[in-house]
């Protein structure tokens, strides 16, 4: 009999961080200005790496710092050799795309290789967590803001220490670490409890705006006083974005069988069941509007999909409901009685489906933003048809 237990821990790095890194595409730009934090959150690019083998390079020796936890000293070990292998060490001249002039341009260095492992690993460390936070906000609805170990630190960053603010305030889509170049800035996630202990504050501080202009693009944008360009916006938040408008954009534009099968295959996976419950961040779709029920009812696109928010507020209030349940709205949405609510708010879809236990699906109608949300779901009373058919303001679209 052995007394090891049924379990181990795993010494590697956050699951998330390494994701967030290992699926990033490659972006090829010779300047850092070139790319948007849009486009940070989803490719992995290294200012003068124009060219692929070495941008892979790179990237590689930055996901195995990152897996294998390598310090800075063997991250430049592995990769320096790598760099000079490829003729992509020291300075040397480069024609700009941008003006089309040629450029005495710093490529591999010590200082540059620190730069690319600090920034690259803070910013996937930093998206792996707000993937934790989401997932975990029921138990830690909090987040403290707290200094790192850096000596000097900015004097805006100064002024946010000891903030605490709910998970889902607006300030952590522009302040969540690391806030700029070297900026060794971090959030501890804590309950209710002890964020009422130390005292939650009523709302996030006044932050001046700057106006940045980017001197590659000739466009401004107004960053935060004390955030560096480019490191303004939450990457983990940003990628959760960009999955989400990816994976909606290729649903609309597939054949409508296809669409219809990836649909259900959705609805029913693992990802679903998990933002149901609430336990994974996001949004997921769940069905599709077929065209002449999106013509009736003025929407052009036709995605409808359930946020993790509002699929543990169904779980907790019905019992039963399932991914099962959702299969059924894709199916009313194609058989069942549709009707078409106007008030005040935005207009509201009915979904009713067919059968001897009926279920009435709400979707809320965001025709300005393109967006189709299930508001909410229930067994059918009735007496609630009833009292639809009977509204004013209710039009029927299918009976």
Request: aromatic share 6%; glycine share 8%.
């Amino acid at each position: 009999m052995t007394d090891r237990p049924g379990y181990s821990f795993n010494p590697g790095p956050p699951p998330e961080a390494s994701r967030y890194l290992r699926n990033k595409g490659l972006r090829p730009a010779f300047s850092f200005r070139d790319v948007e934090p849009e486009e940070h959150a989803v490719a992995f690019t290294v200012a003068k790496a124009m060219q692929l083998d070495v941008l892979t390079g790179i990237r590689e020796e930055v996901q195995r710092a990152l897996d294998e936890g390598l310090p800075i000293a063997s991250f430049q070990k592995n990769l320096r050799p790598r760099l000079e292998a490829l003729g992509w060490w020291g300075k040397e001249a480069m024609v700009d795309p941008a003006t089309g002039k040629a450029r005495r341009v710093q490529l591999g260095s010590p200082r540059r290789l620190r730069t690319i492992y600090e920034a690259n690993i803070r910013s996937a460390r930093a998206a792996g967590q707000w993937e934790r936070i989401q997932r975990t906000k029921r138990a830690l609805p909090y987040l403290l803001y707290q200094l790192g170990p850096s000596i000097d630190h900015r004097e805006e960053h100064l002024m946010k220490a000891g903030l605490i603010l709910p998970v889902d305030h607006p300030f952590w889509a522009t302040w969540f670490p690391p806030n700029g170049w070297g900026c060794k800035c971090w959030v501890r996630q804590i309950t209710r409890h002890e964020a009422e202990d130390l005292g939650v504050d009523a709302d996030a501080p006044p932050t001046p705006m700057r106006a940045v202009k980017n001197r590659r693009t000739g466009a401004t944008r107004q960053i935060p006083l004390g955030i560096d360009p480019g490191w303004d916006r939450n990457p983990g938040a940003l990628r959760l974005e960009a999955m989400e408008q990816l994976l909606n954009d290729k649903l609309e534009a597939a054949d409508p069988a296809i669409a219809r099968a990836a649909l259900r295959d959705i609805a029913a996976s693992w990802r679903a069941e998990r933002v149901l419950k609430g336990e994974a961040p996001g949004a997921v779709p769940v069905a599709m509007l077929p065209r002449e029920v999106a013509a009736a009812v003025g929407m052009a696109k036709r995605v409808v999909q359930m946020t993790s928010e509002y699929g543990r507020k169904f779980v907790s209030r019905q019992r039963g409901v399932t991914t099962e349940t959702l299969l059924i709205l894709g199916e009313a949405l194609e058989t069942g009685e549709l009707l078409l609510e106007r008030g005040a708010g935005a207009p509201q879809l009915h979904v009713i489906s067919r059968g001897e236990t009926p279920w009435l699906f709400v979707l809320k109608l965001m025709r300005d933003a393109g967006e189709i949300w299930v508001n909410s779901f229930h067994p059918l009373k009735p007496n609630k048809l009833a009292r639809l058919r009977a509204n004013p303001d209710v039009s029927v679209v299918r009976e």
